[in-house]
């Protein structure tokens, strides 16, 4: 019961934090629209801060295990990497409080945001991390040219987070889509992978799109 009333809490932070912004909503919020009274919340959270940081740590980790899911599902390290910057960057735009965090949009920025910001996200680690094994993977099969950059990995890294910073503007999907034709054309060689594999990587490229 205990468990169940805490994710309750949880889930109804997050759509009420996602609406509205981390100022405008208070613990009474929350807790009316939970059918309990305020004390109940502080069993299992000790403030209205701690709360939200629990929410944040909840929707990186998902957008964690998404990457992984994503990335495992293609064989070239080209569409990789491709559907890395697609896939969890309009992910992210589609969640109004990890892109607030991320842009400083002030509706969701919190008292805590400084010190989490000082230190490296779950989510931004994890892709960080991910972006170097593909860089890893497609230099070793001889797909990526990266011997022609002084630090490649920085240079991809760059480019995803000014994506990041841009994705609540007008045409963000025309910008994405030119900085990865952009990408693709700076670091690939123009040598063909097994047939078999791009093959399988544009259908699922394919279906994605008509999603």
């Not at 994710?7 to 009420?16: A, H, V």
Request: glycine share 10%.
């Amino acid at each position: 019961m205990g468990t169940g009333k805490r994710e309750l809490f949880l889930k109804i932070g997050e759509r009420l934090f996602s609406r509205y912004g981390y100022k405008d909503v208070n613990i009474e919020d929350i807790t009316k629209e939970a059918g309990v009274g305020t004390g109940s919340f502080y069993t299992y959270f000790p403030s209205k801060e701690v709360f939200y940081e629990q929410i944040l740590d909840n929707l990186e980790s998902q957008g964690v295990h998404s990457v992984d899911r994503l990335v495992g599902a293609f064989k070239s390290p080209v569409n990789k990497l491709k559907a890395l910057y697609r896939f969890t960057t309009l992910g992210i735009r589609n969640n109004p409080i990890l892109l607030g965090i991320l842009t400083g949009d002030k509706k969701y920025i919190y008292p805590g945001q400084q010190n989490r910001t000082a230190g490296t996200s779950m989510l931004r680690s994890h892709v960080e991390k991910v972006i170097t094994q593909i860089l890893q993977e497609g230099s070793r099969k001889g797909v990526f040219r990266v011997r022609q950059y002084k630090n490649p990995k920085r240079m991809v890294l760059a480019i995803y987070d000014a994506i990041l910073m841009n994705l609540d503007s007008t045409g963000a999907e025309n910008l994405m889509n030119d900085i990865l034709h952009l990408l693709e054309r700076a670091l690939k060689r123009r040598v063909r992978l097994p047939g078999s594999g791009a093959l399988r990587d544009r259908r699922k490229i394919a279906r994605a799109g008509g999603e």
